[in-house]
């Protein structure tokens, strides 16, 4: 009898030990360990994900999308997880586009908790890999970014990179209204990870939609005809500017080489560039309408002030004549701008004087940028006048010596163009609808000079002008060619063999509505802005004319 009341002693001493150490690990689970215990228990049994935002969608002047958004997932894997990794790489690759040893090679690593088996895959195809219901594989929420219109733009509107921040372009410089901000959503799953409630504890708000100013079929035809300037130049590059002069609505912006903003990693870095705003080349002829215009606001000059034009002019010690060789020579201001005289502008330019001919370029733009919203504007070049030297006066009205930007043309000349008033250019018309407002222009040249240097600039397409084999049926036509030789980063010195040829025309000439600017970077096998720039100005102006509905006089 004491023997079985001692074992039953013993029995009961080792239960009460048990509930001791019990009782102990109890508190020590409780206090010790409680916090992270709770949060592991937590994190089993709910899940929070973000909701990633709608990219907001970029559309032309009439609502033809450049750039929309649908949804997409990311798939990926948690390895250890995949119980049968070569079945499942089987199953998984068709909707991939991978080989199945591929995905079987991801699926069976076991040196990561996670692996991305592929990005933005289209909703559809994430069903489909939904619906497989593999253990370890997870399909993560975002959307994947097209382009209707494939290249149509690319250099303006850009691209944005796998995780869905802009790269260049207006995608990148528009980024933080365009991507909007992002939603959050809980999942609380029960023991066997079926989810047994779903809740967006944060709702998405979705990107912004931009408008622009860029009408879809200008811009097609606009690149149609650089795209032959390239294959017929072989150029370093080439870009075109089409305006409506009178509100600064950039109605087409394109850029040669183009490239595919959904895959612009095929594309050397420097295409990626938008030459329209970002490129700066001396002007050359171009920018004597400049040097004139000023000449006939401070009255030094008239349309039909004469000149006796030697073949060569001396400034300081340089010697200066023309692109073609002639003998003496008397032609007037109307003359000298047609024809592209280097000697005769140069003496318009000693008319005004090297201050007066500085403020003269500034008020029109030329140094600064012009403020339009596109990334990577360059604000050019211009000579301080405390720097001129002796022959400044003698290449400066010639468009030698500074610098500028293909917009800063189109945006000046525009000025010209409208009576004189100088505008902001602009790209985006609306956000969400809402139209963006005009910003005032400024006076830069009284609105009669402005008629007579459109009037002179008609005299660039007549017989002896520098684009007379340029014409448009119905319209009268006014402009300038320019050829500029290129500085030979080799010996500081102008090359003779790589130059910028360009044009900037206008149409009707009287009063424009239309405003058209070629340059082509260092064109091969012909170097001048009337062969190579001012027949791509014709054909542009020739489509868009009737396509905007400008009567014919």
């Known amino acids: 009898m004491a023997l079985v009341e001692r074992r039953i002693g013993l029995l009961f001493a080792f239960f009460l030990g048990l509930l001791a150490v019990a009782a102990v690990r109890a508190g020590y689970l409780a206090t010790v360990k409680g916090d992270g215990l709770a949060s592991a228990a937590t994190s089993q049994q709910i899940a929070t994900q973000p ?163 860029l009408d879809a079929e200008l811009q097609q035809r606009t690149e149609e005809v650089l795209q032959g300037v390239g294959e017929a130049y072989r150029p370093k590059g080439a870009s075109a500017i089409v305006m409506d002069p009178r509100d600064g609505d950039v109605l087409a912006m394109a850029n040669w080489p183009r490239i595919d903003p959904a895959s612009p990693g095929s594309a050397p870095s420097w295409a990626l560039q938008n030459r329209a705003v970002g490129f700066t080349y001396e002007p ?75 403020r003269w370029v500034r008020a029109f733009g030329f140094g600064r940028p012009t403020g339009i919203d596109l990334p990577g504007e360059e604000r050019g070049m211009v000579l301080p006048v405390d720097r001129y030297s002796g022959s400044s006066m003698g290449n400066l009205p010639i468009g030698q010596g500074e610098l500028v930007t293909p917009i800063q043309m189109a945006s000046a000349y525009s000025a010209i163009a409208n009576g004189g008033i100088l505008r902001e250019p602009r790209i985006v018309d609306a956000v969400d609808g809402r139209a963006v407002p005009m910003k005032p222009g400024r006076r830069v040249i009284s609105s009669r000079t402005a008629a007579e240097v459109r009037a002179m600039l008609e005299g660039v397409f007549a017989p002896g002008g520098t684009a007379s ?85």
């Open 284 to 358: 050359g002829s171009t920018f004597k309408a400049f040097t004139v215009a000023g000449a006939l606001e401070e009255q030094e000059v008239t349309p039909r002030t004469t000149f006796n034009l030697p073949p060569q002019i001396q400034v300081a010690d340089r010697t200066i004549g023309e692109a073609h060789e002639r003998g003496w020579l008397t032609l007037d201001t109307a003359g000298i701008l047609a024809q592209s005289s280097n000697v005769g502008t140069i003496m318009i330019g000693k008319r005004l004087g090297d201050r007066r001919f500085d």
């Open 51 to 213: 909701v990633p935002a709608r990219r907001g969608s970029i559309v032309d002047r009439h609502d033809t999308p450049l750039a929309t958004s649908e949804p997409a997932d990311d798939v990926s894997a948690t390895p250890y997880l995949v119980k049968d990794p070569v079945k499942s790489g089987e199953r998984l690759a068709p909707l991939l586009g991978k080989t199945p040893a591929e995905v079987t090679r991801q699926l069976a690593r076991r040196d990561t908790g996670f692996v991305y088996l592929a990005r933005r895959v289209p909703a559809e195809t994430a069903d489909k890999i939904r619906a497989l219901g593999i253990e370890g594989i997870d399909l993560t929420p975002g959307s994947l970014r097209t382009y209707p219109r494939g290249m149509l733009a690319s250099q303006v509107v850009g691209a944005v990179g796998i995780d869905g921040d802009g790269l260049f372009g207006l995608e990148y410089s528009q980024d933080r209204l365009l991507s909007g901000v992002d939603g959050e959503r809980r999942t609380v799953f029960d023991g066997g990870r079926e989810a047994i409630d779903v809740q967006d504890v944060k709702k998405a708000v979705p990107g912004r939609q931009l408008r622009l100013t």
């Open 469 to 553: 084999e340029v014409s448009i049926p119905g319209y009268a036509l006014a402009g300038k060619t320019g050829t500029a030789n290129k500085i030979d980063p080799a010996t500081g010195a102008y090359s003779e063999e790589r130059y910028v040829a360009s044009f900037v025309g206008m149409a009707p000439a009287a009063h424009p509505q239309l405003l058209v600017s070629i340059l082509v970077d260092e064109p091969q096998g012909a170097i001048y802005g009337g062969e190579v720039a001012a027949p791509a100005f014709e054909k542009i102006a020739a489509f868009a004319l009737p396509y905007l509905r400008i009567a014919p006089r």
